[in-house]
């Protein structure tokens, strides 16, 4: 695959030292314009890249999901045009944390709205977890992606992978979205941290629980309280934390 490349390593075991080839990740800059203007650089792997900007413009509130069908999308090499039609919202920045800054001053307006709760109770939360932390193929062979689940119940919907948490979110709900699902009824499962960008990410695109193998930040829990987001950290093996939680009531 064009975005993996073998290499020789040698390998200490136990007071031996041994010659083999292992696998590692090829790096890959992806260019992004929008209406032909230069937006952001992703730091990515050459994998999905169709999924990772759709679902890029939904996390960074450049789109709705409901209006992807508006965006034309369009990958030569390593530049990516965006051509947003009958949609007003060309950014003149962008808040990422996802790519090169290049010393621009990023300013861009979040979604401003509540999620909606839905229904989850907490073994069905671990089994995925700890699906999502068993590693995906790729992680297996490189032990270098960060990994993203999202599932509607017990169903999964997709897994992604990229070297950036951020990617990995992204590259999910662009997968989810092309397959026609509503976010709304899907939960996030993340490897990485639980960061207020990532809680971010959650709102923008109608995501309402955020599950991690780890913890959220203080301001994470500040915006999850203000928009109903439910935040589960620590969900792995037969134990989770629940830090917010707004779980649909019958």
């Known amino acids: ?61 450049i789109v709705r999901p409901e209006d992807i069908q508006n965006v034309d999308i369009r990958i030569d090499g390593n530049i990516c045009n965006v051509e947003l039609k009958d949609i007003d919202n060309t950014p003149s920045h962008v808040t990422t944390e996802s790519g090169d800054y290049k010393n621009v001053p990023y300013n861009f307006t979040n979604r401003d709205e509540k999620v909606t709760p839905i229904d989850w109770d907490e073994e069905t939360l671990l089994k995925i977890s700890n699906y999502n932390l068993s590693g995906s193929q790729l992680f297996k062979e490189t032990g270098n992606v960060h990994s993203v689940v999202l599932a509607k119940g017990e169903e999964i919907i997709c897994q992604c992978d990229d070297i950036g948490r951020y990617n990995a979110f992204d590259k999910s709900v662009g997968t989810a979205v092309l397959k026609g699902e509503k976010l709304s009824d899907l939960i996030a499962f993340t490897s990485g941290r639980i960061p207020s960008s990532i809680v971010q990410k959650c709102i ?47």
């Open 204 to 250: 923008n695109s109608g995501i309402s629980v955020i599950v991690s193998r780890s913890a959220p930040t203080d301001i994470s829990l500040e915006l999850a309280s203000k928009y109903n987001l439910s935040v589960i950290g620590f969900c792995k093996q037969s134990r989770l934390n629940i830090y917010r939680d707004f779980r649909k009531k019958d």
């Open 1 to 61: 695959m064009n975005f993996e490349k073998n290499v020789m390593v040698k390998k200490y075991n136990d007071g031996v030292i041994e010659e083999v080839e292992d696998v590692i990740l090829r790096e890959f800059l992806l260019d992004i314009n929008i209406n032909s203007k230069p937006i952001v650089k992703l730091l990515c792997i050459e994998k999905d890249l169709q999924e990772l900007v759709t679902g890029y413009l939904i996390t960074e509130n």
